[in-house]
């Protein structure tokens, strides 16, 4: 740290706070008195060398004790001062600091170096286990990112799926660091699309996905069969020309747009028979703001294919079924009304209202119900039809009720956005 002082002033309050900052951040200290052209030149030595004694005595009781004290004039004159006039006292200051003894590039001695130089530098008076690694760079060409959409290719080596919400380290720019992700894909309609380099389109509609999509991806790598459906959100055993991940960093990154990414699992036996080396990618859209879930990501347009199916239990009239087994009973119904549901008959039906306590719903079918329909269902309509309101109601709270000759399927599809804090349901037209 180098604390500069106004040598015709002293120690101020800014002075001070810095002095507080350097003790907590900083290992070693030099102090600059500045402006020595402003004292009088028959009394500037012992001006300095008063000022000198008390910023001994300021040092003495912090770890800065004895450290170096020079005094220079900067800028002789001040700011207006012409530029012939020559700084006094830089020279020994460049003496007293952290300095660059000689540069060598490819073991030739050399004078400067440019962007894109691989240099090697002999740094005196400098412990070399303060250094840390760092980067030399044009102004905006590095941003820090919180998070970043990838593309994503599957190292064929590495064994085990690639799943949603599984930590990972991930190695971008000249950081390592870890990273939580979440896979998706093209819309199913678009697998087949000529994959899309070095940029990532807001525009779009993408399908989430529990894990990375590929062809070595084994039935029972998930779990149970009903895993293996979601991992593949009804893509058939599909697989997409392109996917990407959002990854979540646990720590703040910095790095250049475009940058190679790389995900690997560091924790691994190193003695097993493994690839390490997960997956590679690039970075095609960093999220710089640190609240990027409420600021970002409901921008983006990734959604879950939700698929529910139940049964058509009777026929209020032709325009008109009563479905169960869609909903659970404690599920409200109301957030449901006016979507589409399909009769395995034929028939298109909208949802309408819930009907009693146990998670039914009433159903208008618009077109009415087809002949075939009826027939299907004409043993539940002819039973029911004799029944009074009264026991229509007594029926509903749990006594046991004929069944239509066949069962007549349900089946609701919409999509539910991924990061739409609503949480709306949506259905293609």
């Known amino acids: ?49 008063k000022m000198t004694k008390k910023m001994q005595k300021t040092l003495e009781n912090t770890k800065f004790r004895g450290a170096p004290i ?43 170096a440019m962007q894109g130089d691989r240099l090697g530098i002999c740094v005196t008076q400098f412990d070399p286990k303060l250094l840390e690694r760092g980067l030399v760079c044009a102004p905006e060409s590095l941003h820090t990112v919180h998070a970043a959409i990838i593309s994503v290719e599957k190292i064929p080596y590495f064994r085990g799926p690639l799943q949603t919400k599984a930590k990972f380290h991930i190695t971008l720019g000249h950081e390592t660091v870890m990273g939580r992700l979440m896979f998706f894909s093209p819309a199913p309609d678009n697998f087949d699309h000529e994959p899309v380099l070095n940029t990532f389109d807001f525009s779009r509609e993408y399908l989430f996905q529990e894990q990375y999509l590929c062809k070595d991806l084994e039935p029972g790598s998930t779990g ?40 690997f699992r560091l924790n691994a036996d190193i003695h097993a028979n493994m ?25 983006l347009r990734v959604y879950k294919l939700k698929h529910k199916h139940g049964f058509v239990e009777r026929v209020i009239d032709d325009y008109s079924v009563i479905g169960r087994s869609l909903f659970k009973k404690e599920t409200n119904i109301q957030l449901f009304v006016g979507l589409k549901v ?3 008959t034929g028939e298109l039906g909208i949802i309408d209202s819930s009907f009693g306590q146990s ?18 269902l004409t043993p539940a309509l002819k039973k029911r039809g004799r029944a009074s309101k009264g026991e229509m109601a007594k029926q509903e709270e749990g006594a046991e009720r004929q069944e239509p000759a066949q069962h007549v399927t349900l089946s609701l599809s919409f999509k539910r956005y991924v990061f739409d804090t609503h949480k709306h349901m949506v259905q293609s037209p």
């Open 342 to 344: 399909h009769l395995s």
């Open 275 to 299: 690839c390490r080396l997960a997956f590679h990618g690039i970075l095609l859209h960093g999220l710089e703001d640190k609240n990027y879930t409420e600021s970002l990501l409901p921008k």
């Open 70 to 112: 020079i005094s220079v004039a900067a800028k002789p004159g001040g700011p207006e001062a012409p530029e012939t006039e020559a700084p006094q006292g830089i020279s020994e200051l460049i003496e007293v600091v952290k300095k660059v003894k000689s540069m060598q590039m490819f073991h030739m001695p050399v004078t400067s």
């Open 359 to 376: 998670g039914k719903f009433k159903i208008n079918i618009p077109g009415g119900l087809g002949p075939e329909s009826k027939k299907i």
């Open 224 to 263: 149970s069969d009903q895993a293996t459906e979601k991992a593949g959100q009804a893509t058939e055993g599909l697989c997409p020309r392109q996917q990407w991940a959002l990854v979540e960093f646990e720590k703040p990154v910095t790095c250049p747009r475009l940058c190679l990414v790389i995900g």
């Open 1 to 49: 740290m180098m604390l500069v002082i106004d040598v015709t002033k002293g120690m101020q309050t800014q002075s001070a706070e810095c002095l507080v900052i350097g003790q907590i951040a900083c290992q070693k200290l030099i102090v600059v008195l500045n402006k020595t052209d402003l004292l009088a030149e028959g009394k500037k030595q012992a001006a300095i060398e």
